[in-house]
C-alpha cells in the first residue's frame, strides 16, 4: 500500500482502517434496526472533527435501508487551550428548524462531554422530537459526566488521537485510521 505523507509522523495506530470501516457499519445496522419505524431520521454533525464519519455513517445507514438527512453545525468548545472549558461557541447553527425531528448527533469524540452535553440542551430547546448520540470515540473521563451516549464506536485511552476527521491544529484530519502522533510532532514548532 502507498505511503501517507503523514505515516512517518504517527508513534501508534488505535483503530485501524479495517477496524473503523467494520465498526461504522455495524453501528449503522444498530441505528438503522432502532429506527425502523420512523421515516427519516436527521443526522446532525459537528464540525470539523466529525465530517469523515458523517460521510461514511450516513452512506452505511443507506445500505442498511435508512434514509438519512444531514445537517452540520460548527462549535468551538477548546478556544485557545488544549482542554475543555465548557464555554461553547456556535460558528454555524442548523440551517433549518428541527422541531419534530428525530435527531441523532454524530460526533467524533467524547472527551470532558462537555462540548456533547451543551449540544443536547441546545438541541432538546429547539423542540427536537428526539435527539440521541452516536460517537465514534470515547475517552475514560467521558464516564464521569452525566451525557448519555447511545452508540459509541471505540472505547480508546487517554490520548490525543488524530486522523478520520480529528486534527492537531488543523493538520492530520485526512488520516485514514486513528493514531497517536510521535512527541516530536508537538515541539518541532
Ligand atoms: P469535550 O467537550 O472535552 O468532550 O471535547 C470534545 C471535542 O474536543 C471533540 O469533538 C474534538 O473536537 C476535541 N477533542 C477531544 N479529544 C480530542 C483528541 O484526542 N484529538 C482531537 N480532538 C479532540
Do not use: C
Not at 475543555?84 to 456556535?90: A, C, L
Request: glycine residues 8%; without cysteine.
Amino acid at each position: 500500500m502507498a505511503e501517507g505523507w503523514y505515516d512517518a509522523d504517527i508513534e501508534r495506530v488505535v483503530v485501524s482502517e479495517e477496524r473503523l470501516r467494520e465498526r461504522v457499519d455495524s453501528l449503522a445496522k444498530e441505528v438503522a434496526a432502532d429506527y425502523a419505524e420512523h421515516d427519516s431520521v436527521l443526522l446532525v454533525g459537528v464540525l470539523k472533527g466529525a465530517f469523515v464519519f458523517m460521510a461514511d455513517f450516513a452512506r452505511a445507514l443507506g445500505r442498511n435501508g435508512r434514509h438519512a438527512e444531514v445537517e452540520f453545525m460548527a462549535i468551538s468548545s477548546y478556544g485557545q487551550g488544549a482542554t475543555s472549558s465548557g464555554v461553547v461557541r456556535i460558528l454555524k447553527d442548523l440551517d433549518r428548524d428541527i422541531a419534530g425531528r428525530h435527531v441523532i448527533v454524530v460526533e467524533d469524540i467524547v472527551d470532558s462531554g462537555l462540548t456533547l452535553s451543551w449540544l443536547l440542551r441546545y438541541l432538546a430547546s429547539r423542540a427536537a422530537a428526539s435527539v440521541r448520540v452516536v460517537a465514534l470515540l470515547r475517552k475514560p473521563d467521558a464516564a464521569t459526566v452525566e451525557v448519555d451516549v447511545q452508540y459509541v464506536g471505540f472505547d480508546i485511552p487517554n490520548d490525543f488521537v488524530v486522523g478520520y476527521g480529528l486534527d492537531y491544529a488543523e493538520r492530520y484530519r485526512e488520516v485514514p485510521y486513528i493514531g497517536v502522533l510521535k512527541p516530536a510532532v508537538y515541539t518541532r514548532g
